[in-house]
């Protein structure tokens, strides 16, 4: 007991010590997002035009973003752009970030900047040259066409069908990288013991792949999977750049809704609730998943 109260008083100056130094860190987190985030609330129950006086209509900003049909377009075009970067992101730096760990890879550190500098660039930047990959008229992607003997023009940007797949592998283009660079951090960690076990039993790369070192770097996956999909919801920039959310909407996602209902409407109390309600949104989703996940493991 006399130890347990002098390691007290002995900890006590460190502990204060401690909590002075993260004192400055939690008042701007306090400030910059607590205060911020209560604000936000504040305004999703006003109806508010920015300039005039502000109206408390309670919950009627929420009631009507659920049968507002362009909101759920916008969430569904979401998911649909997360999911893409999923298949054009995700994948392809897993494979990468495989090859890349293999021992007898050389130059591994340059493949590695290379293939993660797209990540660095502005989406304003990558935004508009990929807009010019695309254009019908005299884009990269059409003269390659033409020269395989296609006939006809190809407005990828222009069709409402195929907008946000030219979007979307715009938007793995830029991610490939940076899940190479994660997944092959968890790669260089795996237990080589076990490869060399699964081969003297006779299985090939592929099984050892997928039943060896996939388990393996399973953690790795699992927290890239939910930022890539928390990260996909925040993308605004190469929307704005590439289609400005059309055509007819076709291409509005969830940043780019709100932005245009707070920013260009001047529907700042609606803004705000969508803000409010894509962030619970995200919410349920990490929840749910981290749920499950804890069942499978």
Known sequence: MEIAKKRSKYNRPQMIMGYLLILPAMILFAVFFIYALGEAFRYSLMDWNGIGEMTNIGLKNYADLLRDRTFWMSFLNNWYYALGIVVFGVIPGLVLAYILSQPYIRGRVIFRTVYFFPRIISAVIYGAVWKWI????RGL?????SALGHKGSVALLGNAKTVMLGVTITGGWTYFGFCM???????MSVDTSLRESALLDGANRFQIFVSVDIPQIRPVLNTLFVY????????YDLIL??????PNEASQIMTYYIYKQAFRLNHYGYGSAAAILLGLLMIAFTLIYNSRLGKDE
């Open 134 to 137: 695309y254009d019908p008229r």
């Open 141 to 145: 992607l059409p003269l390659i066409l």
């Open 181 to 187: 660079v994660i997944l092959l951090a968890g790669f």
């Open 228 to 235: 890539t999909i928390i990260d996909s919801f925040k993308v």
């Open 241 to 246: 750049v590439m289609t400005n959310g059309g």
